[in-house]
């Protein structure tokens, strides 16, 4: 991409990614040495806020709660669709693999967000599996220049939402996640474009 080519849309799209990896990283870190202790959780998320909105070129109070809240998700996603997506290759039909790697990702994904594990229930660690298989659909086929980029896609999508090779993935799922990629991605875009409009407002 060349420098006349980079809008405000990508800039703040590259400011938004910035901030998450600066997020996630305290977050794992530091919820390493907070445990259940409540004052430190919340202290964790305190020194992540600030190295977020920091990253943003903002001051801690501008980087509100909910856009907080929407960065620790997006990081629990993530952290999901890594582990699941790798964890599940060698599982094959054994259900006690695929239940540990589910767990390993549950736990991965609560201390991102700061929270404890029991506290994720079976309906919101599936949407979350959900949302991250649909990252996943949208990176393979982003990045593949192959003729076989659906099926690698559904290969992925598979491996995330934690399905062994003896349980069913028909077209019909994939095809959910396909558009529920596709939204996600039209929505992510049309946010970085929604910010840029307001800085060139506030500027």
Do not use: P, W
């Not at 020194?47 to 809240?69: H, I, P, S």
């Amino acid at each position: 991409m060349n420098a006349s080519d980079f809008t405000g849309a990508d800039f703040n799209e590259f400011l938004h990614e910035a901030a998450e990896r600066e997020i996630n990283g305290v977050m794992f870190y530091c919820m390493d040495t907070a445990g259940d202790n409540d004052t430190k959780i919340d202290m964790c998320k305190a020194k992540a806020r600030k190295a977020g909105a920091f990253a943003m070129g903002k001051a801690e109070d501008e980087l509100g709660e909910t856009d907080f809240d929407m960065f620790l998700e997006q990081g629990a996603q993530d952290q999901v669709e890594d582990i699941m997506e790798t964890c599940m290759k060698n599982v094959g039909s054994n259900a006690t693999k695929a239940r540990g790697c589910e767990n390993k990702a549950k736990r991965a994904a609560a201390k991102i967000m700061g929270r404890r594990e029991e506290d994720i229930d079976d309906t919101e660690f599936g949407r979350i599996k959900e949302k991250a298989a649909q990252e996943a659909v949208r990176t393979k086929m982003e990045a593949c220049s192959t003729g076989s980029c659906e099926a690698a896609a559904k290969d992925a999508a598979k491996r995330v939402l934690g399905k062994r090779d003896d349980e069913t993935f028909d077209d019909d799922d994939f095809e959910d996640i396909q558009e529920g990629a596709a939204e996600e991605a039209i929505e992510t875009f049309m946010e970085a474009c929604r910010a840029a409009a307001r800085e060139n407002t506030d500027a």
